[in-house]
T-cell receptor
Framework: DAKTTQPNSMESNEEEPVHLPCNHS???????IHWYRQLPSQGPEYVIH???SNVNNRMASLAIAEDRKSSTLILHRATLRDAAVYYC????????????FGPGTRLSVLP | ETGVTQTPRHLVMGMTNKKSLKCEQH?????MYWYKQSAKKPLELMFV???????ENNSVPSRFSPECPNSSHLFLHLHTLQPEDSALYLC????????????FGSGTRLTVV
């Protein structure tokens, strides 16, 4: 499985943008980049995913580097409810591989 | 609610007890998963069921016994557990088609005493 590297923790102020980085230098051409987050006392939930182009949805934006060796999850205005562990996961969606979770980034949002 | 329901939410059991965790989904998914999340460790995939057939068992001790009677229900039967088995047990489901993600339940917090 291709590996990802994320910072252990990050802090943000409420209502400010947050950029969560993920490095995946060994990504293969068919690996999709998935982001999940896990709020306290809950299971992980889907945030966003992409292959090559930047992606936007109502929760976040995903910026993918041109060489695909890194990506950034962007929360445009952090709220207290965004405090969670954020996981960046590579998966070859064409073969339906299982998701393998790393330690993720623990995001704290300060009021 | 995510559409994946796990019961009970909390469970305390002795090492000699037998208990079962239940997971239920009505999302029309045909793959279901058990994950274990111990304190300060990443999620670990335990079992995978696809179309009610177990397709993956990641070296899980036999004191954990999964059961998938139909595509909507998944059980994890527990017996003679150890204190180090205390963890959050998460169930997930997916359409098992290419490109789809997982929907997780809220988990069962298990404490073995």
């Amino acid at each position: 499985d291709a590996k990802t590297t994320q910072p252990n923790s990050m802090e943000s102020n409420e209502e400010e943008p947050v950029h969560l980085p993920c490095n995946h230098s060994t990504i293969s051409g068919t690996d999709y980049i998935h982001w999940y987050r896990q709020l306290p006392s809950q299971g992980p939930e889907y945030v966003i995913h992409g292959l090559t182009s930047n992606v936007n949805n109502r929760m976040a934006s995903l910026a993918i580097a041109e060489d695909r060796k890194s990506s950034t999850l962007i929360l445009h205005r952090a709220t207290l409810r965004d405090a969670a562990v954020y996981y960046c996961i590579l998966r070859d969606d064409n073969y339906g591989q299982n998701f393998v979770f790393g330690p993720g980034t623990r995001l704290s949002v300060l009021p | 609610e995510t559409g994946v329901t796990q019961t009970p939410r909390h469970l305390v059991m002795g090492m000699t007890n037998k208990k079962s965790l239940k997971c239920e989904q009505h999302l029309g998914h045909n793959a279901m998963y058990w994950y274990k999340q111990s304190a300060k460790k990443p999620l670990e995939l335990m079992f995978v069921y696809s179309l009610e057939e177990r397709v993956e068992n990641n070296s899980v001790p036999s004191r954990f016994s999964p059961e998938c009677p139909n595509s909507s229900h998944l059980f994890l039967h527990l017996h003679t557990l150890q204190p180090e088995d205390s963890a959050l047990y998460l169930c997930a489901s997916s359409p098992r088609d290419r490109g789809y993600g997982y929907t997780f339940g809220s988990g069962t917090r298990l404490t073995v005493v």
